[in-house]
């Protein structure tokens, strides 16, 4: 059998498209541990504070920083340096007051939106479960998932929480009308209104109807609309869709 190689390093020019970093800087790079991103749609968080904030000049400088506490993610303290950040997550830098939302600009790529409230998150119900005492859990797309009494949400929607408590603050249904931000496929990073939203029959995913600000329409996956607001984005997206 051959011998394969090592799974805990990972090479620049292997990492993921959507990691903003060139690719022949350096040789290695961080690789992100298990968590609720999968490493395509995630960024190790030494890479956030070396790479995208630029508040340390080296690997040593980020991981001092990341495991002296001055670092969270969603509301929480974080000190692994190999943390994976993902898409809508709220990383704030206590000591300088900023606080940033992980977007996704027009190439896919992660990036950190300068934000002025970091206690809200917004996170997309991906399936449901009825749990014991006739409960329902919803599954949200960063891995995590929250239990309610009253089941009036479906998959798809886009509940606000307040971080670090978990606790919903109002939800934004994927209908006809709402405001979505595309995170897939070769629309991905564009904004637009839902025009129709196409149920299949078969087996075939489930597909969507945008219409962009230039009143432009385009069929995208139902997977990959992201409700960002009913009429108008409830967040800010300026940096996004430059």
């Known amino acids: 059998m051959a011998k394969m190689g090592s799974r805990k390093h990972l090479k620049r020019y292997k990492a993921p498209k959507s990691w903003p970093i060139h690719p022949k800087e350096d040789t290695w790079t961080v690789k992100p541990s298990a968590g609720s991103h999968s490493i395509d749609k995630a960024i190790p968080l030494t890479l956030v504070i070396r790479d995208v904030l630029k508040l340390a000049d080296n690997a040593r400088e980020a991981k001092r920083i990341i495991n002296s506490g001055n670092v969270l993610v969603d509301g929480r303290v974080v000190k692994d340096y190999k943390f994976p950040v993902g898409f809508m997550d709220i990383v704030e830098i206590p ?3 900023e606080a940033y939302r992980v977007l996704l600009d027009r190439k896919g790529r992660l990036q950190l939106d300068l934000i002025e409230d970091g206690s809200a998150k917004l996170s997309k119900i991906v399936n449901k479960s009825t749990i014991k005492g006739g409960k329902t859990q919803l599954n949200l797309h960063d891995g995590k998932n929250v239990i309610i009494d009253e089941d009036a949400y479906s998959v798809g929607d886009v509940i606000c929480l307040k971080v670090p408590e978990q606790e919903i603050v109002e939800v934004y249904p994927l209908e ?3 405001t979505v931000l ?7 990073g564009e904004l637009g209104t839902v025009s129709e939203i196409i149920e299949n029959k078969s087996s075939n995913p489930n597909t969507i109807i945008i219409e962009n600000s230039s009143k432009d329409e385009f069929l995208t ?4 609309a992201f409700v960002v ?3 108008a984005p409830t967040i800010s997206l300026l940096e996004v869709n430059k």
């Open 95 to 97: 000591k300088t007051g």
């Open 176 to 178: 006809e009308g709402a």
């Open 182 to 188: 595309v995170t897939g496929g070769k629309h991905t």
């Open 221 to 224: 996956l139902k997977d990959y």
């Open 229 to 231: 607001g009913k009429d």
